[in-house]
């Protein structure tokens, strides 16, 4: 069992920028971050793979978003730079245990607020 705890939501301007934070309780495959806007289904943002820090992301956040990790910290971070109002949603992180596992673990979520 992984829990995770994320960190870092919050109000911001457009254009502003805000980290989130999620801290693994144990090891994991790959961590990734999705998100959930108001009346829609939740959506992919960006994954890491934890073995060699391999990336993917969404298009609509490429370029402004940024997927890293602190091994020592067990801990994925989401950069996220150049944010417009369309980025409001709950974000939240999740994790696989292995290469042939689907996203079994889940953060509670943390609210981002982009205002125009």
């Known amino acids: 069992q992984v829990q995770l705890a994320e960190s870092g939501g919050g109000l911001v301007q457009a254009g502003g920028s805000l980290r989130l934070s999620c801290r693994a309780s144990?090891?994991?495959?790959?961590v990734g971050w999705f998100r959930q806007l108001p009346g829609k289904e939740r959506e992919f943002v960006a994954y890491i793979r934890w073995t060699d820090g391999f990336t993917n992301y969404a298009d609509s956040v490429k370029g402004r978003f940024t997927i890293s990790k602190d091994n020592a910290k067990n801990t994925a971070y989401l950069q996220m730079n150049s944010l417009k109002p369309e980025d409001t949603a709950v974000y939240y992180c999740?994790?696989?245990?292995?290469?042939?596992?689907?996203?079994?673990?889940w953060g509670q979520g943390t609210q981002v607020t982009v205002s125009s």
């Open positions: 999740a994790a696989c245990k292995s290469s042939i596992s689907g996203y079994s673990y």
């Open positions: 144990g090891p994991t495959f790959k």
